[in-house]
């Protein structure tokens, strides 16, 4: 499960319980309300209607004593009203059914009402004359408390789902940095050492985030340092010391590749005839420094698709694409005239020989130097 559902879960059930506290808090203040509303009410109505009934008591089968009590019950909100002699003797009894209708039942048992019965004494000039009994009815209270219970439920679901639409959106925006940090680890893992451009404003993520981009930053530039040192490690080990060109190990590589794809092209193979007699005459530094410039020349020979190598010795190889025998021709007198003019400066006329090959696909490279 992500994090953000859990935290969803966990702040949902937070308010659902908090919620469900002050709901029953809610409706209980509202029962107790009602409780004390219907006590005051049904001492008044006992009181003032006590007094109205006063004057009538002097005659106790008057029958206005009836039709002044029923003018007052008829309103629904009494369970029971009884006039009483002064001998507790009961002249006019009302009362009505205690079904509660439209309100359901677990309602009345975990938010009961009771019922009041309020007490006045009527009297007749010094005299008392008799004792009114007004019982409240909790059917009206009980349908009030289901109205504002109903009221309260439908708006406090709207704050709820307002709530966690909400919770959802911060989340969201808290937790999608998480998301961009998770991406950057994967792109670290993958060798692209990526950094966060927009850091989260939460401060412990922005300072993941941060953590991330400098590790990021540091790790990147050790593998491409490292890259370098073993891209020069790998170029030195492909060329000659001595001459910086490729060496015969590379030669075969390429050689073998050219013939792989069905390149077609000539190797020209040159060899110093006696390098012995220039280190006789002028010792082995000038066969090095000999060695060198050809070298040297050899890589700026004005033509494309060339590449120069030294085997070993004195044996040097040249590699071309070209198939042209014209440009081919034109790739040797360079050479030849590079080795007269070479010749001259080392007091040596008969300085190289070379010899031209041409390969495709069905050659051998077994074959070729021999040919």
């Given at each position: 499960m992500s994090l953000s559902k859990q935290l969803l879960i966990l702040l949902t059930l937070i308010f659902l319980i908090v919620f469900s506290v002050n709901f029953v808090m809610s409706m209980d203040n509202i029962r107790?309300?009602?409780?004390?509303?219907?006590?005051?009410?049904?001492?008044?109505?006992?009181?003032?209607?006590?007094?109205?009934?006063?004057?009538?008591?002097?005659?106790?089968?008057?029958?206005?004593?009836?039709?002044?009590?029923?003018?007052?019950?008829?309103?629904?909100?009494?369970?029971?009203?009884?006039?009483?002699?002064?001998d507790g003797n009961e002249l006019v009894r009302l009362t009505n059914p205690d079904e509660v209708r439209g309100v359901p039942s677990w309602l009345i048992r975990f938010f009961p009402i009771e019922t009041v019965t309020a007490v006045s004494e009527i009297s007749t000039g010094w005299n008392i004359a008799?004792?009114?009994?007004?019982?409240?009815?909790?059917g009206y209270g009980y349908l009030k408390l289901y109205e504002q219970f109903k009221s309260t439920l439908k708006f406090s679901l709207l704050i709820l789902l307002g709530a966690i639409l909400l919770l959802l959106v911060v989340l969201r925006m808290t937790l999608r940095p998480l998301k961009a940090i998770t991406e950057q680890a994967n792109d670290i893992s993958a060798g692209k050492f990526t950094v966060i451009e927009n850091l989260p404003w939460t401060r412990e993520v922005r300072s993941v985030a941060?953590?991330?981009?400098?590790?990021?930053?540091?790790?990147?530039?050790?593998?491409?340092?490292?890259?370098?040192?073993?891209?020069?490690?790998?170029?030195?080990?492909?060329?000659d010391p001595l001459t910086n060109l490729l060496n015969q190990q590379t030669f075969n590589v390429d050689i073998k590749q050219a013939l792989s794809i069905g390149e077609f092209g000539h190797v020209i193979y040159i060899k110093f005839d006696d390098l012995s007699a220039v280190v006789k005459n002028?010792?082995?530094?000038?066969?090095?420094?000999?060695?060198?410039?050809?070298?040297?020349?050899?890589?700026?020979?004005?033509?494309?698709?060339?590449?120069?190598?030294?085997?070993?010795?004195?044996?040097?190889?040249?590699?071309?694409t070209d198939s042209n025998?014209?440009?081919?021709?034109?790739?040797?007198?360079?050479?030849?005239?590079?080795?007269?003019?070479?010749?001259?400066?080392?007091?040596?006329?008969?300085?190289?020989?070379?010899?031209?090959?041409?390969?495709?696909?069905?050659?051998?490279?077994?074959?070729?130097?021999?040919?």
């Open positions: 107790s309300y009602l409780q004390g509303e219907s006590e005051v009410h049904v001492q008044d109505t006992a009181t003032s209607l006590g007094l109205s009934l006063s004057p009538h008591m002097a005659d106790e089968t008057d029958p206005i004593l009836r039709t002044m009590m029923n003018a007052i019950f008829d309103t629904g909100y009494y369970k029971e009203m009884r006039l009483l002699d002064v008799g004792t009114l009994q007004v019982t409240s009815n909790p941060k953590s991330m981009n400098s590790m990021s930053t540091k790790i990147g530039k050790t593998i491409h340092h490292l890259n370098l040192r073993l891209d020069k490690l790998n170029d030195n080990l492909n060329r002028q010792g082995k530094n000038a066969v090095d420094a000999l060695l060198k410039d050809f070298a040297s020349q050899l890589q700026q020979l004005p033509f494309a698709n060339v590449r120069s190598y030294r085997w070993y010795g004195s044996e040097f190889a040249v590699l071309t025998m014209q440009d081919i021709t034109r790739i040797a007198e360079q050479i030849q005239a590079l080795a007269s003019e070479l010749g001259q400066q080392y007091e040596h006329s008969d300085l190289l020989h070379m010899g031209i090959v041409s390969y495709e696909r069905s050659s051998e490279v077994e074959r070729l130097m021999p040919a």
